[in-house]
């Protein structure tokens, strides 16, 4: 999908989008519960780097769990951006974050990082060598040693696990009145919407991108979420 397909996407669907997924926050919940004990080992005063951070659904849990972490929120749609500002301000928390509306490898960031997030990302990048490239960009910004978790929608298509599946995952976005995700849509997404491919494929992307051997920490239908450290021996080349 390209670039500025969806942002444009994103920036109509920012004002009600938490509103239209608000059914569906179990499946958000159990993600951050994890991820929250996954990060619980950093520093105290950790610097976290949110990629794709939309209206700030896990910068918002983080921020709560752990009060002196700070953030950069980076998300081409400054709309998605605005809904994630005012509900750190709403909640006195603004002040920890900075936020760039834009695409991280045209942004000049530091590189020590402790942790970084990409929660439902890069399944949006359709080429292979681009979603590499995210990855990369992701471990450029990171200290040695540093975390990385991502999460994404994945599965294989080919599979005799796809279809029914493919049937919980409808049932879901029914019972969560999402009512733009009809069966048909979603195996249509996955077969050429996003970059949908089995679990193995997109974790040994990420750990050729610089990381360590990804562990995948979380499954909950076709969402996989996997933690990994950067390499110390990672020098960032064609980024």
């Not at 834009?102 to 292979?128: C, M, R």
Request: aromatic share 10%; net charge neutral; hydrophobic share 40%.
């Amino acid at each position: 999908m390209e670039k500025n397909k969806i942002k444009e996407i994103f920036d109509r669907s920012a004002a009600t989008y938490d509103k239209t997924w608000e059914k569906l926050a179990p499946v958000n919940d159990s993600l951050h519960l994890l991820m929250g004990a996954g990060l619980s080992g950093l520093p105290e005063k950790a610097r976290i780097l949110c990629v794709g951070a939309g209206t700030g659904a896990e910068l918002v849990y983080m921020a709560k769990k752990f009060p002196y972490w700070t953030f950069t929120a980076v998300d081409p749609s400054a709309a998605m951006l605005d809904v994630c500002r005012r509900r750190l301000k709403e909640m006195g928390m603004e002040d920890r974050c900075e936020f760039y509306a834009d695409y991280l490898e045209n942004l000049s960031l530091p590189n020590d990082y402790e942790a970084a997030t990409s929660i439902l990302v890069s399944q949006f990048i359709t080429d292979k060598k681009a979603r590499m490239g995210f990855f990369q960009n992701i471990a450029a910004k990171l200290k040695p040693g540093g975390l990385l978790i991502s999460a994404d929608l994945s599965g294989d298509i080919n599979s005799c696990e796809y279809e029914p599946m493919l049937n919980v995952w409808a049932s879901m976005m029914m019972d969560g009145d999402v009512q733009s995700q009809s069966m048909e849509n979603i195996r249509q997404t996955h077969q050429s919407g996003i970059s949908f491919l089995p679990p193995v494929e997109v974790a040994g992307m990420i750990g050729a991108a610089g990381f360590k051997k990804p562990v995948l920490f979380y499954q909950m239908a076709f969402i996989h979420g996997w933690f990994c450290r950067k390499t110390h021996s990672f020098i960032p080349h064609g980024i």
